[in-house]
């Protein structure tokens, strides 16, 4: 019945109101001419369909394939021959169906719908991206008999902007998310955390003295020590989770729904499968952790939390590596005359102090900061304020209630714009330090 019915459709009465239509659209009318030359532009117009790169058809107001151009054998692979007759909605993904309908209601008021992106099926069962227009086709009278489909594949071109997209959000050399792409994991969880009132974590990860391995070894071997700790990141990751590359040797995961402790955790064993690495040459991997909404509010003020919390374990590895170097080279050596005095045993202890005095531009200051070794005799601390060698600097520690008085004495390497600065004391002070078990070299300096 529906072949019979799409016969009828394509018969030559219709077939001639719809050249008609393609006439009239472009203002060309039968009044006054010699019928020679309508059938003449009737037969070109059709012609035009047929050759078209465009796949073009035409169907009833009940969705029957009444024509089917070449270009839609080529794009749905379907003959004109198994085609016509069919319904429209063979080419249509079942789960699209419902998209059929309200335009139909629209061509049969006359109206266009312009062009918009769906998925069609082939004939071999496969899916296209496709850019679809349709028209409605009228009689001389401009009642409206059906409608005019053309579509267009653009799968390639879809793909070609998916890549493009994937490109812009990961690191080329990884194929992890980039800064970018962070940012934007980040704002999702920021919201979603806000709805459901659940924390997150972060962790920012930095690959300790890569720049040694890049000298040693060559930068070939010093970017495989990147794509390794990429692996790792992929592996240890949930698939909710969001592991990138934002710069350098600089590393982060987005943990979602992950407490302070649990991300504590998931650094730990990060730091146990580089232990267990058996790849050479071996690296580690300094790591801070911020958690929402202990830590902030932010993006900015979680990563700078995390930022912050990676510069004091950086520099206490640095500091336990350049320990270990040096105890290796001078283990023989003669001490120091003034080692006692300046060079009590030495701990890596991180401290949260006040610091107070006078910057170099004599102005008034008071810092929070924390300290990233300590001893008897002084401390090893960070300052964001610039200070000057020689001047004297007031210290509280909030847990023991204690001030000390100490003064500037050396600067270490700045890093993430603070700096290192060695405080001598005017007295030692153990006591200064919440220690409960003291090293021996500091029982005898007890006041």
Same mark, same amino acid.
């Given at each position: 019945m529906r072949r019979q019915a799409a016969s009828r459709i394509a018969s030559s009465r219709h077939r001639k109101q719809i050249a008609s239509l393609r006439l009239d659209s472009t203002k060309v009318t039968a009044g006054g001419h010699d019928s020679g030359l309508?059938?003449? *532009?009737?037969?070109?117009?059709?012609?035009?369909?047929?050759?078209?790169?465009?796949?073009?058809?035409?169907?009833?107001?009940?969705?029957?394939?009444?024509?089917?151009?070449?270009?839609?054998?080529?794009?749905?692979?379907? @003959?004109?021959?198994?085609?016509?007759?069919?319904?429209?909605?063979?080419?249509?993904?079942?789960?699209?169906?419902?998209? *059929?309908?309200?335009?139909?209601?629209? %061509?049969?008021?006359?109206?266009?719908? +312009?062009?918009?992106?769906?998925?069609?099926?082939?004939?071999?069962?496969?899916? %296209?991206?496709?850019?679809?227009?349709?028209?409605?086709?009228?009689?001389?009278?401009?009642?409206?008999?059906?409608?005019?489909?053309?579509?267009?594949?653009? @799968?390639?071109?879809?793909?070609?902007?998916?890549? %493009?997209?994937?490109?812009?959000?990961?690191?080329?050399?990884? +194929?992890?998310?980039?800064?970018?792409? *962070?940012?934007?994991?980040? +704002?999702?969880?920021?919201?979603? @955390?806000?709805?459901?009132?659940?924390?997150?974590? %972060?962790?920012?990860?930095?690959?300790n003295r890569l720049k040694e391995i890049n000298d040693t070894d060559g930068h070939l071997v010093g970017t495989r020590v990147l794509c390794r700790l990429a692996a790792i990141l992929k592996r240890t990751c949930r698939s909710i989770d969001t592991a990138a590359r934002y710069g350098g040797d600089e590393f982060a995961v987005l943990l979602i729904e992950t407490s302070e402790a649990v991300a504590s955790r998931v650094a730990q064993r990060i730091t146990d499968i580089l232990v267990e690495d058996d790849e050479s040459p071996s690296f580690t991997v300094s790591v801070g952790i911020a958690v929402y909404p202990q830590h902030g509010y932010t993006i900015e003020n979680l990563l700078a939390v995390a930022d912050r919390a990676l510069y004091k374990n950086k520099l206490h590895e640095n500091l336990r590596v350049r320990k270990y170097e040096g105890e290796m080279r001078n283990q023989n050596a003669p001490k120091a005359i003034d080692e006692e005095r300046r060079h009590s045993e030495r701990l890596l202890l991180d401290v949260a102090l006040v610091v107070r005095g006078e910057s170099k531009e004599s102005k008034p200051f008071q810092e929070k900061t924390f300290t990233i070794s300590v001893s008897a005799h002084g401390t090893l601390l960070v300052l964001e304020t610039n200070v000057v060698l020689g001047q004297t600097l007031i210290l509280s520690n909030p847990q023991t209630q204690d001030e000390v008085e100490g003064r500037v004495v050396r600067f270490g390497s700045p890093y993430g714009g603070l700096a290192q600065v060695g405080i001598e004391f005017a007295q030692p002070s153990p006591e200064f330090w919440p220690i409960e078990s003291l090293p021996d070299s500091w029982r005898s300096l007890r006041n």
């Open positions: 309508l059938t003449l *532009l009737q037969n070109q117009a059709l012609a035009v369909v047929d050759s078209s790169d465009d796949a073009i058809f035409a169907e009833t107001l009940d969705g029957v394939i009444v024509s089917w151009n070449r270009a839609a054998e080529r794009t749905y692979g379907y @003959s004109a021959r198994n085609i016509v007759g069919e319904p429209a909605s063979i080419l249509c993904p079942p789960e699209m169906h419902n998209e *059929l309908p309200p335009i139909m209601q629209k %061509i049969t008021r006359g109206k266009r719908v +312009d062009h918009y992106e769906t998925v069609r099926i082939k004939k071999d069962g496969s899916h %296209i991206r496709v850019s679809v227009a349709i028209f409605p086709i009228l009689d001389t009278r401009g009642r409206v008999l059906g409608a005019s489909v053309l579509s267009h594949e653009i @799968s390639d071109l879809k793909k070609s902007e998916e890549y %493009i997209r994937y490109l812009a959000m990961h690191d080329a050399l990884t +194929d992890l998310g980039n800064y970018a792409f *962070l940012l934007d994991a980040f +704002d999702a969880e920021l919201r979603r @955390s806000d709805r459901t009132g659940r924390p997150f974590a %972060i962790l920012l990860l930095d690959v």
